[in-house]
C-alpha cells in the first residue's frame, strides 16, 4: 500500500468524527471514492459513531469536544497544508500591518529594545535558517558544530539588524516579504516528502522536526511579532484562531521534553502534568526522561489558559506571574514553565 493510504488510515477515526480539517477531510474523501477497503472502514467506524451519538444519554460538556480534539492534534504533526496556510494566513496579516506603518512607527521600540525595522530584520535573520535548509545545499548548512549553539539566533539577528539599520524601511519588509514568499513556495512544491523533511529549528539545539512542524514555528513567530507591533501602536490583541492555538500548543509540548533536557532538569528526571484550559486546551504528562524510559506519576500539575500558554513560550509572559494554578512540588512546575519561555525565537 502507498504512503497515502497508510496517512489517510491514520485519518479515518478522525474524520467519522468530523475533527479532520477541511484539508484532511477533502484528502480522505478522494481517497474514498477509489480504495473500497478504506471506505468499508470509513463506513464501520460512521455506524460506530452514529450509535455512540443514541446510546449516550446526557450531552457531556460543550468543552470536552475541544479538549479531546486539541489532545489529537497535539499528539500528532499538524497536517502541512494547514501549517503552510497558517504561516501564509500570518504573513499577509503582518505585511499588511507593516505597509500601514508611518516613518515615526517603524522607529519605535517594540521589545528587548528593538525597533519596529530591527524586530523585521530579526524574522529575516530566522526565516533564513530555515529558508537555507530548503535550498539544493541544504542539508549541509547547519552541519558545522560551531553553529550548533544557543547563540547562532543572537549572532544572525545582530548581523540582520546590522545590516538593515539605516536602510529604507520599505526595503526591510520587502526583503522579509520576498524570502517568506519563497519559504512558501519551496514548501509548497511537489518534491515527494518535502512536509516530511526533518530539519533544524530556529535553536539549532533542539532535535531535528519535520518542516511541518518548523512552518508551525515560523507561524508562531509572524503572530507574536504582529502581537508585539500592535501593542507599541496601542491595538488589542490579536490572536490565532482556535486551530492555530492548537498547532502552536502541540509544537510546544512537542518539544517541552527537550527545553527541560537542555535546562538540565534530567537530573533527576521528574515529570509534570499540563493542563491547559479553554479553546485549544488539553491534558499532557510532559517529561525530560527519553523516551522508553520507566513512566512516574507526575510530580506536579500545572493549569493555565492555552492561549496564555502560546504567550509563555513565546517569552511574552513571566512564568513566574502569568496566570495558573500549581498543584503539587512547585519547583517542578516552576522549571517546566521557565523551560517553555525558550521555546519563542528571541
Not at 535573520?125 to 549541509?140: K, R
Not at 512564568?319 to 519547583?331: I, L
Request: glycine residues 8%; aromatic residues 4%; contains cysteine.
Amino acid at each position: 500500500m502507498n504512503d497515502g493510504h497508510a496517512a489517510v488510515t491514520e485519518l479515518l477515526g478522525a474524520w467519522a468524527l468530523h475533527a479532520c480539517s477541511v484539508e484532511e477531510s477533502a484528502t480522505v474523501e478522494d481517497h474514498l471514492a477509489g480504495c473500497p477497503a478504506c471506505a468499508a472502514e470509513a463506513d464501520r467506524l460512521g455506524r460506530a459513531v452514529a450509535g455512540l451519538a443514541t446510546t449516550v444519554a446526557v450531552s457531556p460538556p460543550a468543552r470536552l469536544r475541544g479538549a479531546v480534539l486539541a489532545a489529537a492534534v497535539a499528539r500528532r504533526p499538524a497536517a502541512g497544508e494547514e501549517a503552510s496556510s497558517g504561516y501564509a494566513t500570518w504573513v499577509d496579516r503582518f505585511d499588511t500591518l507593516l505597509q500601514s506603518l508611518t516613518p515615526a512607527q517603524w522607529r519605535e521600540r517594540v521589545i528587548h529594545d528593538l525597533t519596529v525595522q530591527d524586530l523585521v530584520a530579526h524574522l529575516i535573520a530566522t526565516d533564513e535558517l530555515l529558508v537555507a535548509q530548503l535550498g539544493s545545499a541544504g542539508a549541509e548548512t547547519l552541519e558545522d558544530p560551531a553553529e550548533l549553539d544557543g547563540a547562532l539566533p543572537a549572532r544572525r539577528t545582530a548581523a540582520a539588524i546590522g545590516e538593515h539599520r539605516g536602510r529604507p524601511p520599505e526595503r526591510t519588509r520587502a526583503a522579509w516579504r520576498a524570502q517568506a514568499d519563497r519559504l512558501l513556495r519551496d514548501a509548497g512544491s511537489n518534491t515527494p516528502g518535502i512536509l516530511d523533511r526533518e530539519v533544524r529549528l530556529a535553536d539549532p539545539r533542539l532535535p531535528r522536526q519535520p518542516l511541518r512542524t518548523a512552518l508551525v514555528q515560523r507561524l508562531f513567530e509572524t503572530w507574536i511579532h504582529t502581537d508585539d507591533i500592535r501593542t507599541v501602536l496601542g491595538s488589542p490583541p490579536d490572536p490565532p484562531n482556535e486551530r492555530q492555538v492548537a498547532m502552536i500548543v502541540a509544537f510546544g509540548v512537542r518539544l517541552l521534553p527537550a527545553a527541560l533536557r537542555l535546562a538540565g532538569a534530567d537530573r533527576p528526571p521528574r515529570s509534570a502534568r499540563l493542563v491547559l484550559v479553554g479553546p485549544a486546551g488539553g491534558d499532557w504528562t510532559i517529561s525530560p526522561a527519553v523516551q522508553g524510559a520507566p513512566a512516574r506519576p507526575p510530580d506536579a500539575t500545572v493549569t493555565m489558559e492555552a492561549v496564555e500558554f502560546c504567550y509563555l513560550l513565546g517569552n511574552r509572559r513571566d512564568p513566574d506571574s502569568v496566570p495558573h494554578r500549581v498543584e503539587g512540588d512547585p519547583a517542578v512546575a516552576a522549571t517546566l514553565l521557565r523551560a517553555a519561555t525558550t521555546l519563542g525565537c528571541d
